[in-house]
């Protein structure tokens, strides 16, 4: 099985990876709605977080390769190979959520990625599934009626 530290590793530079390319694609943003009136640019706001965000990632990156530890050596990142399915299914329905973000727009993703998360990671209670959707639509309702964007 993968090891924490080699794990976090990885992690933390997919991070800063990322981290890098929303922010070329931030550079691209329009100002829209209240952004507009605000006097920064539309791109200030996810720059600025995806900016924080790498350097966490770097900081974590650092700490793990100069020193070599954050808690036990040995430790594995899946105590079982069902946990390694889960968490290899969440990411699969992730990219899956992304796909169809792009092609189709928020509300298909909101409805396809947010089932299909739960779905991954084994959730059995309708319930959950309910307040995932609703938790969708209440986020599309903040910004469509709140902020003034179209999806």
Same mark, same amino acid.
């Given at each position: 099985?993968?090891?924490?530290?080699? =794990?976090?590793?990885?992690?933390?530079?997919?991070?800063?990876?990322? !981290?890098?390319?929303?922010?070329?694609? #931030?550079?691209?943003?329009? #100002? =829209? @709605?209240?952004?507009?009136?605000?006097?920064?640019?539309?791109?200030? &706001?996810?720059?600025?977080?995806?900016?924080?965000?790498?350097?966490? $990632?770097?900081?974590?990156?650092?700490? +793990?390769?100069?020193?070599?530890?954050? @808690?036990?050596?040995?430790?594995?990142?899946?105590?079982?190979?069902?946990? $390694?399915?889960?968490?290899?299914?969440?990411?699969?329905?992730?990219?899956?959520? +992304?796909?169809?973000?792009?092609?189709?727009?928020?509300?298909?993703?909101?409805?396809?990625?947010?089932?299909?998360? !739960?779905?991954?990671?084994?959730?059995?209670?309708?319930?959950?599934?309910?307040?995932?959707? #609703?938790?969708?639509?209440?986020?599309?309702?903040?910004?469509?009626?709140?902020?003034?964007?179209? &999806?």
């Amino acid at each position: 099985m993968l090891t924490q530290r080699l =794990a976090n590793i990885v992690f933390a530079v997919l991070v800063i990876i990322a !981290c890098a390319y929303f922010a070329v694609v #931030a550079q691209g943003f329009e #100002a =829209a @709605g209240l952004l507009a009136s605000s006097g920064l640019p539309s791109r200030f &706001f996810p720059q600025l977080l995806l900016g924080f965000t790498a350097l966490c $990632a770097a900081v974590v990156l650092y700490v +793990y390769v100069s020193k070599g530890e954050a @808690g036990d050596e040995g430790q594995t990142v899946f105590a079982s190979s069902a946990e $390694a399915r889960h968490g290899l299914l969440a990411l699969v329905a992730a990219i899956v959520g +992304y796909m169809v973000w792009l092609n189709f727009g928020y509300v298909a993703m909101a409805l396809v990625s947010g089932p299909l998360l !739960c779905l991954a990671m084994g959730v059995r209670n309708p319930v959950i599934y309910g307040v995932v959707l #609703a938790l969708a639509a209440g986020v599309y309702l903040v910004f469509t009626q709140l902020l003034g964007t179209q &999806f």
